[in-house]
């Protein structure tokens, strides 16, 4: 019997399926879910976090910096959780399922290129994307949810992502307004969830025949908007996390046919991948559909995942949109001032270019940007802090996006100096030092600002993440 109970006719359906593999994919339900590090090589090499890590980690044959951890972790003691690392605050690695690693890693973005991810939140595929983008070129991390979107910004700007747009859209009006525009795109479709069965029990209890349905209808309207916003000669990833041929190898079927435009990338089956089953598409499908890959829970250490690699042809007759330029507003004279007053003061880094202000808000924007008017407008750029009367105020994502060496004035806390947990709760230090702001660090990375006044360090530590325990 499965660890979990599992709906009737998903399992029906899963046997039919399975045939003789399926009771060892039924087998795999009585084992834990499997726990996902990928580094953030954004901010550190792979052989600086092996020689930083707390935790017992073992590679993820598909993406080289993802690592399951250690099963024997106790998840109740917060000190051992990877969750509720001091290091995790920093954003040294995101928590992922290591099947979910392999989109960003076949879709291989360059740096330097245009890349939407069409679902984002809350970021696991994105902060991926912008790892292997090394901060060049433009990212937009959209999310259509109007809670889910902040939960992506929050994890970009942990991630210190300084590359990114976070736009808050439905597809269709990305496609309107961008066109075909984008070298690359990321469709991680909302789906039935079946890859989740393992670690959440909503996904169990919302599962149904005619969820699988809906989500199928919806997972076509979404690529057709996501097959428009990509450039001739351009990519576009489908992937879910689930394990119906209604959300996978069918809707990749009904696309190829619908989208001529359009080729199946024949992705490698290795470290025990399997390639798609064209023959769980009724009527047969005319297309390889083997070219996509699942990753199942019983022949790899992960939740489950299909991924797809559609390949737009150079000669389609649509041409790459020319948009015009995003019309950029620099700070004014006095908001100037109090910028450049701080930058000075605290930081060693050369004056920035491409300032943007927004309200009260100062931006740093992605080079060769285009217009965005109209859109529901998250972060247009890196936010570097908030104009207030007479003073400039920095933001913790400035603080996430720097290294410990980007600031002239900083403290660094081991990470298990009770410190940095008084830090995290919100708590104000006493570490003596010159007056003014001052750049918190645990083991040589950034966690936040604090401001210091006779002795005292005031924490700026965002309300919303501090630690409650
Ligand atoms: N890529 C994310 C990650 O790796 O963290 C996970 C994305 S999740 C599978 C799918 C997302 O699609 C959800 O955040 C959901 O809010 C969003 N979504 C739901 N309905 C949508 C729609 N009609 N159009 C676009 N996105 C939608």
């Given at each position: 019997m499965p660890r979990v109970e599992l709906p009737p006719d998903f399992l029906a359906r899963m046997q039919h399926l399975l045939g003789a593999e399926y009771s060892s994919f039924l087998a795999c339900y009585q084992e834990p879910p499997v726990a996902g590090l990928r580094v953030n090589t954004l901010k550190l090499s792979i052989e600086a976090w092996r020689a930083l890590s707390p935790y017992t980690l073992s590679p993820v044959p598909w993406c080289p910096s993802g690592f399951t951890v250690d099963p024997s972790l106790d998840q109740s003691d917060l000190s051992s959780s990877p969750g509720k690392h001091p290091f995790h605050a920093a954003g040294l690695y995101y928590l992922q399922d290591p099947s979910a690693m392999a989109a960003a890693e076949l879709l291989n973005p360059l740096p330097g290129e245009r890349v939407l991810d069409l679902a984002a939140a809350p970021g696991g595929k994105t902060t991926h994307l912008a790892a292997l983008m090394r901060g060049s070129g433009w990212l937009v991390a959209n999310e259509i949810h109007p809670q889910r979107v902040w939960d992506l910004a929050e994890n970009l700007e942990r991630c210190g992502v300084c590359n990114a747009t976070v736009l808050n859209e439905s597809p269709s009006r990305l496609m309107q307004h961008f066109?075909?525009?984008?070298?690359r795109v990321l469709l991680d479709a909302p789906c039935?969830?079946?890859?989740m069965f393992r670690k959440s029990p909503t996904a169990r209890q919302e599962w149904k025949p005619t969820l699988v349905q809906s989500c199928a209808m919806r997972q076509g309207e979404i690529l057709s908007s996501a097959a428009r916003l990509v450039r001739p000669g351009g990519t576009l990833a489908y992937t879910t996390c689930t394990f119906a041929p209604d959300e996978n190898e069918a809707q990749l079927d009904r696309f190829l046919t619908t989208h001529p435009e359009f080729s199946l990338v024949p992705l490698p089956a290795r470290n025990n991948m399997r390639p798609a089953r064209a023959d769980w598409v009724e009527p047969l499908s005319a297309h390889p559909l083997e070219g996509a890959l699942r990753l199942w829970p019983h022949h790899l250490r992960g939740e489950g995942h299909f991924v797809a690699l559609l390949h737009k042809s150079?000669?389609?007759?649509e041409q790459a949109n020319r948009l015009a330029p995003f019309k950029i507003r620099p700070p004014d004279a006095s908001a100037l001032k109090l910028f450049a007053a701080f930058w000075q003061e605290?930081?060693?880094?050369?004056f920035p270019e491409n300032l943007h202000q927004a309200g009260s808000y100062v931006y740093q924007l992605p080079r060769a940007m285009p217009a965005l008017e109209g859109l529901r407008q998250?972060?247009?750029?890196?936010w570097l802090g908030v104009i207030k009367t007479g003073r400039f105020e920095p933001s913790h994502a400035l603080a996430l996006g720097?290294?410990?060496?980007?600031?002239?004035r900083s403290i660094n806390l081991a990470p298990d100096d009770p410190a940095v947990l008084a830090y995290l709760r919100g708590n104000s230090l006493s570490i003596p030092g010159e007056t003014g702001w001052v750049l918190i660090c645990v083991g040589g990375y950034p966690i936040g600002w604090g401001k210091r006044s006779q002795g005292v360090v005031k924490n700026a530590y965002p309300h919303g993440l501090r630690w409650m325990s």
């Open positions: 066109g075909t525009y984008f070298d039935s969830g079946e890859g150079p000669s389609s007759e605290i930081l060693t880094l050369p998250i972060h247009p750029g890196w720097l290294s410990a060496q980007a600031a002239w």
